[in-house]
């Protein structure tokens, strides 16, 4: 298999992940950008003990890239055609063109078939939405699925680099007593919860919480999946966990379910109450897979199911669908 | 009034926090006894300026107390008979005799008729059920409840003292990279979040779970109201968070749902998203209010709402409903 030229926008946790990822899948990486802001520029990553220099992103950066990662913000907006442009695929880990009906917007364990129609660029799903999908996808194909109800408990690391530091400073702070600071959250979030993830919208509900309804139903390609969300910002480093309850369409019992969970791509079924064993955000951090556990049925109604699902949130969250999409492009000859 | 014999059972977080809350709404207290196990007995506490000694509890202690509180644990399983064959009415905030269909359980914003059927003893409902019912009364009687689907966000403070000391001493540890060390929680505790309080059932669900489906039900005095819970402890000190999900019998937007919950006893909304007023651990902690907010129409459903709702579960989960109760009973002429 040829080397493919490679080009990473971002070195926040994002991007830094991404360089990670790739290195640890062992992707057949040729020639390697890594793109930023001029803020970055110059600064040193390493990518399999080479040492490489950011580069400012311009149009330009793109010519000869066979694969563009971008890692989030506003680069994309900027620079995503351009790369298309130059003839890169572009795999986007923002938030700007995943709704958009010419992008596919992709987790390789629900929808890998979706790959096929891109037209350069290919978006991946918000961190919180993809865990959910790959634990809900097995559900799905089984049974079917008329709505979910998630609440989600979201490690810092998804608002970067510096809401981490803030975690920790701010932890520093109410542990000595010390008045509280901070500039990334609205409130403290050391030792406290967070109703308020991205921006709040006219209905009421955050885009955080429509992203998960809306890119649930793309994802599935299921206009008729019924979502409501309520996502939440918890005192944790990395790795995000969720309440999710399903109603199904038809019946399926716990054990059906842990049965077609454990068999799925992608997930690691933890449930075993007697030693005390479900999904952790501690132990979630540093791994590729969806943990599920907590599998019950929901009493209150016919075909009701509760799952407690946590991932690493800049890994399969980001930076591993990411990579994985770039992998799925190469199986299909699409790279 | 006349001034009442009160004996307080416990001397943990709940106990000390029953003695501030009788001192602050200046309960006609008489002669106070502060009763505990042999091993907290000698140790000296405060009430009103004065020291008081704590004495251990011997069936004997509560010859002349009309009134006992009692914190928690299995106290009430040992004494609580004695306390009352003695003469007290006893209040009882453990889970020992909550769905004993001889006990009343009761929150007195909710259901303040049934301590009048009470046979010398009335239960405290759990923290997590407590603050939940407060919000979803209004709801209830302006259009009828079929469904609730809640996840929380549960404080250490629930586990007691010993367990708040263990989220202080492991965040700690993490933020200078030590070895993590615990007792309390089945994991570390700090920067992570645990879907596991209280022991785990026959049918998956934590004894917490179910605390909330059935206290529930007894408390608003309708079994078929239909609840199905997820409990997580994260890492807060104080204060119970909940994201809560109502499937109403009739029709509620978003803004009359505000509105009936601005006018209930016992609810303060704080809904104010241009302004990012929502509920916070870290602001109802100290405080005898249940906070709701992020009240929205949950669009999955015909009838549906979705609400954010914190507490002080040391207080209104605890020792104030425990103290409006012997209120209540004051009022009522039953002590």
Redesign the interface.
Known sequence: MANLNVAVVGTGAVGQTMLKVLEERNFPVGRLKVLATSRSAGKKVTFKGEEYRVEETTPESFAGVNVALFAGGEASKIFGRAAVAAGAVVIDNSNNFRMDPEVPLVVPEVNPQDVRWHKGLIANPNCSTIQMVVALKPLYDAAGIK???V?T?QAVSGAGQEAIDE??KQ??QV?EGREVSGRVF???IA??????IDI?LE???SKEEMKM?NETKKIMGDNDI???A?T?R????NGH?E?I?VETREKLT?SQARELLSRAPGVVVVDD??N?A?????QADGRDEVFV?????????AN?L?L?VVADNLRKGAATNAVQIAELLLQEGLL
Do not use: M
């Open positions: 709505r979910v109800v609440s408990y975690l920790r932890s520093q542990l609205p409130w403290q030792f406290n919860c967070l109703p308020h709040f209905n009421g509900y309804v019924r979502v409501t309520t939440v918890v005192p944790v480093f966990s309440a309850n716990a109450l007697d005390k479900y999904p952790l955000a501690i556990g907590r599998i019950r049925e929901d009493f209150s109604i009701g509760n407690w």
